[in-house]
């Protein structure tokens, strides 16, 4: 066998040629595949965060109530979040007055500190 440089052209004859002796049934399989990875592709292209769910089986895109529960599931976390952050915040919040009580007290310091 003589090594030919491949080009587009001939790919294409290539497959072509192939295409012809392909049954029907595999034919419209080979489609429908296309088309799924071709629906995919354009979920990846325009919306990640779409395309990532889709790829761990958390959207279908095909039905509206797994839209609901990815929004609920999303709201969810987006509250979760919201709260952890608040807390947080309120917790690591400034202990300035509690300084200010120490230091103008009469009694010392080690007064309040548990021996």
């Avoid at 080009?7 to 392909?22: D, F, M, Q, R, W």
């Avoid at 919306?47 to 039905?63: I, K, N, R």
């Avoid at 608040?86 to 690591?92: A, C, G, M, P, V």
């Amino acid at each position: 066998m003589k090594n030919k440089k491949l080009t587009p052209g001939s790919i294409k004859y290539l497959l072509n040629h192939s295409a012809s002796s392909i049954d029907r049934a595999t034919a419209e399989s080979l489609r429908n595949s296309r088309n799924l990875a071709l629906e995919r592709h354009r979920t990846l292209q325009h919306a990640p965060v779409q395309a990532w769910l889709t790829h761990h089986g958390l959207w279908s895109g095909s039905s509206s109530s797994s839209h609901k529960h990815v929004y609920l599931a999303l709201a969810v976390l987006f509250s979760l979040c919201l709260y952890s952050g608040i807390t947080y915040i309120q917790h690591d919040r400034d202990h300035s007055d509690i300084d200010i009580e120490l230091l103008t007290d009469d009694l010392p310091v080690d007064a309040y500190v548990d021996q």
